[in-house]
């Protein structure tokens, strides 16, 4: 599992031409269950989503189809994790 924490690059008037576009690449990437969570940052100076990815470079391959990477508008830290524990009452707040 991964995490990708953006940190924008450009004003936010910049970031808000293309937070329409992100917000189809994340959706089709739910849909294909490739992302399991996302967010903006507070402050808003960018945003986290949390990636199911069989290796570093299928989340390469993710992230380079994202508007905000593909527009110069993002820089993107990739942290690679292994999940061991969780919260079953947590997921199914967030899930509600």
Do not use: W
């Amino acid at each position: 599992m991964f995490i990708a924490i953006l940190t924008y690059k450009k004003p936010l008037e910049e970031v808000d031409r293309f937070l329409q576009a992100h917000r189809d690449f994340l959706a089709r990437h739910y849909a294909a269950g490739d992302i399991i969570t996302s967010g903006p940052r507070n402050p808003r100076t960018g945003g986290v989503f949390i990636i199911r990815a069989a290796d570093r470079s299928a989340v390469k391959v993710l992230i380079g189809q994202d508007p905000f990477m593909i527009n110069g508008i993002a820089d993107y830290q990739i942290v690679e994790f292994v999940p061991t524990m969780f919260c079953d009452d947590c997921l199914k707040s967030i899930l509600s």
